[in-house]
């Protein structure tokens, strides 16, 4: 689905994150287009994992807010916050399926705490959801008998149980062979171009960000903060900051 | 699709009817959240008109998700099982695409992994035994491993790691001295007034020290120890070992050409069998001090009476025995332990697993072995 040229869904404003005395980053303002895939990358250390956490609510930042539809969540109560996050999919880094139940149950799971649907429509939802990630058939499957390409989808799966308005994932292809990582990114595309779920992805894999993003924010360590955003072509070709050209090019910056 | 929106009231549904033929037009959000409303809906529509045919018009639909969409290819097929010709019409680009991602083949197909049916009770029963004895081999090959590491190490003492040793005596015993401290002074203040109330009858108050410091030396010294340090230590060393397991520690100790027990089991096995003998005796003392509490304020007894009384029952074999006890208990909490988390296999499951496995082994091998050492003994004596 081609995003919103207006409307945003998420408006992150003046955020800024400290460990202890240690700024990771300030400053940080971007929003989020309805339907975009929107790719936070930089190198280690800047800060993308916990600008992420602090966009899911599970951290709460040094200053700033991030507004979803209006409601900032880093003051949003606890029920408010359980609200948002019937709105929100993630997908972590190691896809955090739970191992001790099989797919089926790690998918119902959202399904059966927050709606109230029969077992019946529910199964006919988990089978829908596995087929959409190229799973059909492995619902009884436990997470340790699969891949790690099948567990990052079956961890999709679970992340669109409930048609989430906005799906998070954190190191996408971390650890996965290129030829996964490259049908991985197919499936994000499939997913957003059929659903129109906006998508918020954390990566620092180029092809990957080529591939799949309709716009780029790039963090920076020594810049604590944003020091480029645009479409991946803009920023590979018209970008003129050293640091940005090394990242696309994947070449030292000039002296 | 706001926070906190009533979905129940974020849909219309509109009805004609003519010549048996019934056109539904949705309009609003049609989500997960409302599907059972708007689902009851359609259907009550469609038993109250009886049609023939049935167009349900997407014109309005402002939101679809994919959950909506799959309850309405249900809803088409649930007519079609009543004779009763259905279709969409007016699809919205973006409702389009929601559908065809829907297969409804895969909804039906069958699952590649069938769950197993549970197997009767003479098989289980056959099963429980065979895993048993595949345990006990796992353990006696283990403690062949075990033995042979620390007869390596006795003749090789540079490769004894030190340092994790000493961090392993701080863990199992400075840190459980409060602890260990705590329950003996109870148990003693427990044995000694109980055995007051039952002495008191026939006069003998005098035999309640003998009988604290007896039962606290020769039995309850030793194995209450060993049950709390079971149930901090050897837990911690199952549950340590078995997420280094899940974490392919273990694989990269072995690659690196390291043997896992001897890295990893030898220390830990010898700094419970060094800490566990002095925790023991540090339990002995706390008891008597139990007791003595009971003897100063309830037996009229002076504090020095109380422990004259005390060491004349305690003899040094009492005690020397009751250090061998505890150093082999220590040795089975460690390498139960140990073994046991060396089992884990996957996920957080299996390392509760045997964690759980490991405590209650480790007590079951305590009992065991003291019930060997009171026979052995009194044959000895």
Redesign the interface.
Known sequence: MPPSKNESIIEVKNLAARFDDNIVFENVNFQVRKGEILVVVGESGCGKSTLLKIMIGLHKPYAGSVFFQGMDIVRADEDQLQAYRQNIGVLFQSSALFSSMRLRENIALPLQEYTDLDAAMIDSIIRMKLAMVNLAGYENHYPSELSGGMKKRAGIARAIALDPLVLFFDELSAGLDPVTAVELDDLIIKTNEALGTTMVIVTHELESICNIAHRVVMLDKSARGIIASGTPQELKEKSKDPRVRSFFLRQMPEA | ????KDWSKSYKISSTAKDRRLSIYLSGNF???N??DFTVSIRDLAEKQKPAEINMDFSDVSYL???AA??LM?IQKYFKAQNIKSSFVNLTG?AK??F????EQ??T???????KRPDSFFVQIGDAFIQLMRDFIEVVEFVGELLTALLYTLLNPRSLRVKDVLFYMKRAGVDGLPIVGLISVLIGLIIAFMSFLQLKQVGANIYVPSLVSFAMVKELGPIMTAILVAGRSGSAFAAEIGTMVVNEEVDALKIMGFDPIRFLAVPKVIAMIIVVPILTIYADFFGVIGGLIVGVTGLDLTAHTYLTQSLKTIKVFDIITSLIKAAVFAALIAGIGCQRGFKVR????DVGKYTTSAVVSAIFLIVVADSIFAVTLYYLR
């Open positions: 699709m706001e926070i906190g989500s997960i959240k599907l059972n998700d994919s959950a799959l309850s249900q973006e695409r929601i065809s991602v829907i297969d895969t909804l197909k069958k699952s590649c992994k069938t769950e996957s996920g957080a499951q």
